[in-house]
């Protein structure tokens, strides 16, 4: 016997699924709020599957961008996308879309906080939202390429997480974002 479909007649995309790990200390961080800010980012792009958001320290950074990318001090965002799976493999439902994983430094985050997006639960938001617009396939090393991203930032952090215009002294661009 079949599921029956949606009472609505609108059938609803897979689930999206956030997993969060904290595995630092240096600054308090609200698993629940980082993972509804990924979670909207996610439906506002049209996309479902399971992402993992981690929070690390700046050694575990430092380590992963010296592997990752051959640099050795700590960044404040890593995004590793994944391939997503066939469906039509043999006709199987694959399961659910793995997209990626994105890991955010927030003792680097503290740090740029005050020059940069102004505070460090700002910070924090704009390097989700950055770190998942990666995971998606966006990227920002040509302008047009650059421009496109920072839109997508600004109405993500605009719509989901201020709910408003951004806050004075907001500053999107930064160097070292990755």
């Not at 020059?115 to 924090?124: I, K, M, N, Q, R």
């Not at 966006?138 to 989901?160: F, G, N, V």
Request: net charge negative; charged share 25%.
């Amino acid at each position: 016997m079949s599921d029956p479909g949606s009472p609505t007649g609108v059938e609803s995309l897979p689930e999206v699924s956030i997993v969060v790990s904290d595995e630092q200390t240096d600054v308090p961080i609200d698993a629940n709020r980082w993972a509804e800010l990924a979670r909207s980012v996610l439906a506002a792009e049209g996309h479902s599957g399971e992402l993992t958001l981690t929070f690390v320290d700046t050694g575990e950074m430092a380590d992963l961008n010296a592997e990752h990318m051959g640099k050795s001090e700590a960044t404040d965002v890593l995004s590793f996308p994944l391939d997503a799976l066939d469906d039509s493999i043999g006709g199987h439902d694959p399961g659910p879309v793995l997209l990626g994983d994105v890991v955010i430094c927030p003792a680097v985050a503290a740090a740029a906080a005050p020059d940069h997006a102004g505070t460090v639960e700002d910070e924090l938001a704009l390097l989700v939202v950055h770190g998942i617009l990666h995971v998606l396939g966006h990227d920002h090393a040509e302008p047009e390429e650059r421009e496109r991203m920072r839109s997508r930032e600004l109405e993500h952090l605009t719509h989901l997480h201020w709910q408003g215009p951004p806050p004075a002294g907001f500053v999107q661009e930064q160097e070292d974002i990755s």
